[in-house]
Structures are given as structure tokens and as C-alpha cells.
């Protein structure tokens, strides 16, 4: 059984919670807590397999009671909170800095797709429930995955062998991707001479707050892309909300409404698709941490058109699910920790 936590202000939303998870036959929700000095006290006593927390508390504000509790007693969080702006996504990501593993919007109960979001909550927390974490101290820089030593050289070429002739980066993500992709992009420089495009699963009024999140984190010039425009070396783009995205031979945005697969829009399949047929051996593709298998065919297919790819290795990944079919079918030249996935970029697109 998977032991829930639920900390929350309002008694109507931790009622509601604690209806859906105990719907599900593998979870039981040990405690509530309504403050944050009950939340780090209730970790301490019950020992639950993961903690849902709200941002906006009585005592204290949720990164507060996020960094104790990672100081204190590890356990795996998922902050679920009320999203009206692109400054309270924003401030969802910045509790990711502080050990949070991922970031739900609380759905309006008279919402349309209230359902959906709450089996998408309900996954989210079953998934994050195994992921293993050890104490830490929070650091402003956030999440900081293992490395291995690069003097092992595991990046799966010699030294000087790999081709060179790379025209776009295309990364995609899902389930952990938003602390992925900070990682990522700090380690690359803002000067990259090809640019970058990212498709990342989000919910919908949140991409806009992750983009000034990484903004700010990163210093890259980021922006969500437009259609028609061409790419800009330099420039790291994220595909809109719900829209899909491919990128045409001469580097051009073509937006699509094309159908989600698997209720998901944008995908990674698509993106990865496009360059692999129209760039080619031109493109370094990424599969980054996340559930499911979206862009693994995709992966592969870049892999066939001599391009060069990417999946980040299990150990790094909160969730092994989209690298992991990458890596199952052979898409991956590369299976790297995230430590060494931008120095991998660096070497194919600049050649240092």
C-alpha cells in the first residue's frame, strides 16, 4: 500500500483527496494535515510513502515546510496548488528547487475536465511514491543529479570521433523534465550555436510560469515559439500549450492542432519526427525523464537518419519511463546521467 500524506488548509480539499485516493486499491491515506508544523510532525510520526502539499499555509508557506522536511525526514512531495497566473506556476517551480518532485495545478471541482485532472494527480503521486531520495541540505541551485566521473568517458564515442555538423537540439520531457531541463540548460552555453527546442508535458496555465522559472534559473534566452518563425541560434524554444510541433528543413515553426495521443499536446513524437525527417543527421535529439514512451519511436527514427541521440540513464531519472523505451528498442547511441548530457550536446554541436 502506498501511505499518502495530505497537507492542506481547507478541509473541503483534503476531503476531497482523501476520497480519491482511498477510491484506488493501493493506497491509504495515513494522515491530514490543515498546517505546516503538523505536516513536518505528521512526516516524523506515520512515515508516509509520499506527501501531497499545498503552497499557502497558516504557519508556513510551503517551501518552508518542503526544505524541513527534505532536511529532516526525505520523502517524496508533490505540491498541488491552485494556479490562477503565471506567477503562481512560477512560484510552483521554485519549490521544486527545494526538493518538491513535481507540480499540479488544484483543479476547480466544477472544472470540465475536473476528472481528468485528478486521475492525472492520482498517477503523478503513485509514481513519485518510488522514487528514492536521501536527506539533503536545500541549495539555491536546485536539484542536482548523481555524475559519473567524465574522465570514464560514457558518453559512448571517443574523443574527437563524433560528427560535428549539428543544426537543432531537440529535447524532450515529462515527469521530472522541469528540474531535467534546468540542469541541462545551465550547463550549456548561452551562446550555443544552434538553437533548442523543447517539448515538455505540462499542464495547461503552467507552461508560461515554467518558461520564467528557467528563465530566471538559467539566463538562456527562452521563449515559447511561434508559428511560422524561423529558429534562432542562441535560442531555446518550448512548444505552446496544446498545440503540436514540427520544425520544417529551412528551421521554420509549423504549429498544428493534429490529435493528442494519449491526451497529450504538444507530444515529442511529433517534434522528433519532423527533424528526423527534415534535418536528419543535422539533429541532436534528448529523451529526458518522464512516464510513458512518448519519443522513443521518435528517438529512433533520428538515430536511423544518422542524428545523434540521447536518453537520460535510470539512475538520474525520477521516472524511467520515456528513456527507458528509448533505451529498450536501441534509440539511444548515449545512455547518459544528467550530469553529462550538455557537455554530450556541447561536443556535437560545437565540438569542445
Not at 7 to 34: I, K, N, W, Y
Not at 157 to 178: D, K, L, M, Q, Y
Amino acid at each position: 500500500m502506498i501511505k499518502v500524506l495530505i497537507v492542506d488548509d481547507s478541509a473541503s480539499v483534503r476531503l476531497l483527496l482523501t476520497e480519491f485516493f482511498l477510491r484506488e486499491p493501493d493506497f491509504d491515506v495515513v494522515g491530514c494535515a490543515e498546517d505546516g508544523e503538523s505536516a513536518i510532525r505528521m512526516v516524523r510520526q506515520l512515515n508516509p510513502d509520499v506527501v501531497t502539499m499545498d503552497v499557502n499555509l497558516p504557519d508556513y508557506d510551503g517551501f518552508t515546510v518542503t526544505r524541513r522536511i527534505m532536511e529532516q525526514n526525505p520523502v517524496p512531495i508533490v505540491i498541488i496548488s491552485a494556479v490562477y497566473t503565471a506567477s503562481d506556476a512560477e512560484v510552483g517551480f521554485r519549490l521544486l528547487d527545494t526538493g518538491a518532485l513535481a507540480f499540479h495545478n488544484k483543479p476547480a471541482i466544477n472544472d470540465e475536465f475536473f476528472n481528468e485532472s485528478m486521475a492525472e494527480i492520482v498517477m503523478s503521486v503513485r509514481s513519485m511514491s518510488e522514487v528514492k531520495l536521501v536527506r539533503r541540505k536545500a541549495k539555491p541551485g536546485g536539484y542536482v543529479a548523481p555524475s559519473r566521473s567524465s574522465s570514464n568517458n560514457s558518453y559512448g564515442f571517443s574523443p574527437g570521433n563524433g560528427h560535428v555538423n549539428a543544426e537543432i537540439v531537440c529535447i524532450g520531457a515529462s515527469t521530472g523534465g522541469p528540474q531535467a531541463l534546468k540542469q541541462v540548460l545551465m550547463s550549456l552555453p548561452q551562446n550555443l550555436p544552434v538553437p533548442v527546442v523543447v517539448v515538455q508535458h505540462i499542464s495547461t496555465g503552467f507552461l508560461e510560469g515554467l518558461v520564467n522559472w528557467l528563465y530566471n534559473s538559467t539566463g538562456h534566452n527562452i521563449q515559447i515559439a511561434n508559428d511560422g518563425e524561423v529558429l534562432k541560434a542562441g535560442t531555446v524554444y518550448f512548444a505552446p500549450e496544446d498545440q503540436n510541433i514540427e520544425i520544417s528543413s529551412k528551421l521554420k515553426v509549423i504549429l498544428t492542432n493534429s490529435p493528442a495521443v494519449n491526451g497529450i499536446r504538444p507530444t515529442v513524437a511529433g517534434m522528433f519526427d519532423s527533424v528526423a525527417r527534415n534535418i536528419g543527421s543535422g539533429v541532436v535529439g534528448v529523451l529526458l525523464t518522464g512516464m510513458g514512451s512518448d519519443g522513443a519511436e521518435g528517438l529512433l527514427e533520428i538515430r536511423r537518419r544518422c542524428g545523434y541521440t540521447i536518453a537520460q540513464d535510470k539512475e538520474t531519472s525520477i521516472i524511467f519511463g520515456m528513456p527507458g523505451e528509448a533505451v529498450k528498442i536501441g534509440a539511444a547511441i548515449a545512455i547518459l546521467p544528467l550530469g553529462e548530457i550538455a557537455d554530450a550536446i556541447v561536443q556535437h554541436t560545437i565540438g569542445q
